[in-house]
């Protein structure tokens, strides 16, 4: 079985090597020796390194094979083996592994006239900071794992988080930012998390610039090449970022990134859809008539009042009775038999159903179904309950009013992934205690399933994670779950709309203030239209054509340059294949980066600037100038903050906030459910716990956990050959649940 085959069946491909361990300490002794007699100070730092690994690996090794002894023992079963534990042992092989390719290296061009020896110094003591870190990490593992029953992967209540958060601090992070960064991942991922990464220091410097947003965006700039080419500088900066930037920063950065290059990458890779738009629900009372009861379905009130919920209809063909389709009659096709009910992920404070079509539309084309993706308020604004209400009421209105949609309503199934899977478990438990039908199956990927400050061994991941730093997520989940009541205290909890032909344009503009900015009011479709029997057309997602073309020009230009090649599969379907050239020299690559992330951030400008417009008129102070922030005062110093202090709040065991504290009766009126994972995913030890009481409770339940993926990978789907193939076991699982092909034929 190979490695690929390994990973698509939850099997980690890399179990842990003693024989790799020697190997490395072998080569690092052969390097030590060589440069034992060099008395140059670069010469000297190199001997030193060097037999810094070799002794930690002594260390190391030992702790990894206590750690690989007890790890089975949290494993979802004998066929599925995965948690916290295997993932850092899974790190450590492939730091090794990193280790090794780097010694070799040296020791082929080490006697070479052309020999960089400044340059490779830096690496060999990044690799020896590397492992003393993975050292110090194994170490907290072994503690938790005294703190634990037997196969709970959640420490025992009588250990307080705070107690494990306040030995975290003796853990470098530096080196896992610097020249190491994205080492754990696959191949076809390392470039674009490093661009991501570089563009996140770059664009710290531009939201704390004193005065104007943009006052000093062209001198900020300038400082692109530092992060090229110098890591250590990159590094200290995303780990100050993590550990001291508020819960904004996060949401403007993801804002971005999520706006210029993800959303536009389906205009140029993505299959096309028939059906791509927006629908406003109107926040009216209604009612479901469930076993001849009539229940009435609660309307969206907390934080913010009673807004219109929005939600996205995104189908490959146009079916019969399809809002807004009138026009399309003759071409329809007849009502879909499936539906899918979708939430994003987003940490429960960004994104959007259009950040996350550059999946949607290729699972759109393969389910052959409508997907209904819900654009819930964001927090810190609009807080828990807020989300899951709008996710409750979206469904209802989807169950009442599925031939709208495309749908004879006959299989509908619950999808998303992260925040949006942790929403979509809470609706479930919603609708059980409402007396509503939950939806006929569950998909969740990557799900936090306790949202809580509770340690966990994968938890300890984000301590190296590019895309979700430990400092961030507890951020989110923070203005999730605990909001800060002066920012919504100020919110009407009533709303004067009385129809969907009532809500005006100001209505919508205070509502895009809750969500994120991607999702456009353009193209809203209101109910009020379908009503009066008008033939509105069809339309395509309406951007401006000259940004659409500027967009799509730089994310063709980024995936030509560093991503991909295509291959094409059977039905015609292009997959993305890491590009050879990609191996080539470093230098030719950070110089081309450099200036890519330049025109990243340069293309941004102009999205931001609108968007502030926007927020203006409707009075959210989201972004205004600033003096100095307490967080601005520690981006640039070589010390790791203190979190403990900050990250002491009490999250109340509501199952509708934290599904894994659910009852067990109400579990065992769950649908069937997939899980889909990650080894090197935060909210591992989330899946696999939650899929464990499921299964205790002898309930229709599958996990899949695949290798060499992040958290979010979904969203790289278009540019990783890895990413994608994880995509398509999605579609598998979610086919699994809907199951169209047992129906009985229509009569």
């Given at each position: 079985?190979?490695?690929?085959?390994?990973?698509?069946?939850?099997?980690?491909?890399?179990?842990?090597?003693?024989?790799?361990?020697?190997?490395?300490?072998?080569?690092?002794?052969?390097?030590?020796?060589?440069?034992?007699?060099?008395?140059?100070?670069?010469g000297q730092r190199l001997y030193i390194s060097f037999m810094g690994i070799r002794e930690n690996l002594d260390e190391i090794s030992q702790k990894m094979a206590r750690i690989a002894s007890?790890?089975?023992?949290?494993?979802?079963?004998?066929?599925t083996p995965g948690n916290g534990y295997r993932s850092f042992l899974s790190v450590a092989n492939s730091a090794i592994d990193y280790g090794i390719a780097l010694n070799k290296k040296i020791c082929l061009k080490r006697a070479s006239a052309f020999f960089r020896k400044s340059q490779l110094t830096k690496d060999v003591e990044s690799c020896a900071h590397l492992i003393a870190s993975l050292d110090t990490c194994f170490k907290h593992l072994e503690?938790?794992?005294?703190?634990?029953?037997?196969?709970?992967?959640?420490?025992?209540?009588?250990?307080?988080?705070?107690?494990?958060?306040?030995?975290?601090e003796d853990i470098n992070q530096y080196c896992f930012y610097g020249r190491c960064m994205g080492f754990q991942f696959c191949e076809s991922l390392r470039n674009i998390l490093q661009f991501i990464s570089m563009s996140m220091a770059?664009?710290?410097?531009?939201?704390?610039?004193?005065?104007?947003?943009?006052?000093?965006?062209?001198?900020?700039?300038?400082?692109?090449?530092?992060?090229?080419?110098?890591?250590?500088?990159?590094?200290?900066?995303?780990?100050n970022i993590s550990q001291n930037a508020d819960v904004n920063f996060c949401k403007a950065f993801w804002f971005?990134?999520?706006?210029?290059?993800?959303?536009?990458?389906?205009?140029?890779?993505?299959?096309?859809?028939?059906?791509?738009?927006?629908?406003?629900?109107?926040?009216?009372?209604?009612?479901?008539?469930?076993?001849?009861?009539?229940?009435?379905?609660p309307v969206p009130s907390s934080h913010i009042g009673r807004k219109p919920v929005q939600v996205r209809l995104i189908s490959h063909e146009v079916h019969e009775g399809m809002i807004g389709e009138a026009s399309n009659k003759y071409k329809s096709k007849p009502p879909a038999r499936g539906l899918i009910i979708h939430c994003h992920g987003g940490g429960f404070v960004a994104q959007s159903s259009l950040s996350h079509e550059c999946y949607l539309r290729e699972w759109a084309k393969q389910l052959k179904v409508p997907i209904l993706s819900i654009d819930y308020s964001l927090a810190p604004e609009a807080p828990f309950p807020r989300a899951l209400e709008e996710v409750t009421y979206a469904y209802c209105w989807a169950l009442k009013n599925c031939q709208l949609l495309g749908s004879t309503g006959e299989r509908i199934i619950g999808a998303g992934d992260s925040a949006g899977a942790n929403l979509l478990l809470s609706t479930t438990l919603k609708c059980l205690n409402l007396g509503i039908p939950p939806p006929m199956g569950l998909f969740v990927a990557y799900v936090p399933t306790l949202v809580n400050f509770v340690p966990s061994p994968s938890r300890l991941l984000c301590m190296m994670d590019p895309l979700l730093p430990f400092g961030f997520m507890m951020r989110c989940l923070k203005a999730y779950a605990c909001p800060d009541n002066k920012k919504v205290e100020n919110c009407d909890q009533t709303s004067d709309t009385e129809s969907f032909e009532e809500i005006s344009e100001s209505d919508l503009m205070e509502l895009q203030a809750h969500k994120s900015p991607v999702s456009e009011t353009s193209d809203t479709l209101t109910y009020g239209s379908l009503n009066s029997g008008e033939d509105d057309r069809n339309k395509d997602i309406d951007l401006q054509s000259s940004n659409i073309e500027n967009s799509q020009k730089y994310v063709s230009d980024f995936l030509e340059k560093y991503v991909l090649d295509s291959d094409t599969e059977?039905?015609?379907?292009?997959?993305?294949?890491?590009?050879h050239e990609s191996a080539t020299s470093s230098q030719s690559i950070d110089d081309s980066l450099q200036t890519k992330v330049s025109s990243f951030v340069s293309n941004l400008k102009w999205r931001f600037n609108s968007w502030i417009a926007q927020k203006a008129q409707v009075g959210v102070d989201f972004m205004v100038p600033r003096s100095a922030s307490a967080a601005e005062k520690y981006l640039d110093l070589d010390r790791q903050g203190n979190l403990l202090d900050e990250f002491k709040f009490t999250v109340p065991e509501d199952p509708f906030l934290s599904p894994f504290c659910a009852k067990d009766e109400d579990l065992e009126r769950f649908p069937p459910v997939r899980v889909l994972t990650v080894h090197l995913d935060p909210c591992l030890d989330d899946c696999v716990m939650f899929?464990?009481?499921?299964?205790?409770?002898?309930?229709?339940?599958?996990?899949?956990?695949?290798?060499?993926?992040?958290h979010g990978f979904l969203n790289f789907s278009l540019i990783s050959k890895e990413a994608y193939e994880g995509s398509k076991?999605?579609?598998?699982?979610?086919?699994?649940?809907?199951?169209?092909?047992?129906?009985?034929?229509?009569?």
């Open positions: 079985m190979t490695d690929q085959d390994n990973a698509v069946n939850g099997l980690e491909p890399k179990e842990a090597s003693a024989s790799n361990i020697e190997v490395l300490k072998d080569l690092c002794e052969n390097n030590a020796n060589f440069f034992a007699k060099d008395t140059s100070e670069n007890e790890a089975p023992r949290f494993d979802f079963d004998e066929s503690t938790l794992i005294s703190w634990s029953s037997a196969g709970n992967l959640f420490p025992d209540e009588e250990h307080s988080p705070q107690e494990l958060l306040s030995n975290y770059i664009f710290s410097e531009i939201y704390y610039n004193q005065g104007s947003f943009f006052a000093k965006a062209t001198t900020s700039l300038m400082a692109t090449s530092k992060y090229v080419n110098d890591p250590e500088q990159r590094a200290r900066r995303i780990v971005l990134s999520e706006n210029e290059l993800m959303t536009n990458m389906p205009y140029v890779v993505a299959p096309s859809v028939a059906v791509s738009r927006i629908i406003s629900l109107p926040p009216e009372p209604f009612t479901l008539e469930v076993d001849g009861r009539e229940i009435d379905v059977t039905d015609g379907t292009r997959v993305p294949v890491l590009k899929s464990k009481r499921l299964k205790q409770l002898n309930k229709n339940v599958h996990l899949d956990i695949l290798s060499g993926l992040p076991l999605c579609v598998k699982r979610i086919n699994e649940l809907l199951n169209l092909d047992n129906l009985p034929p229509l009569q």
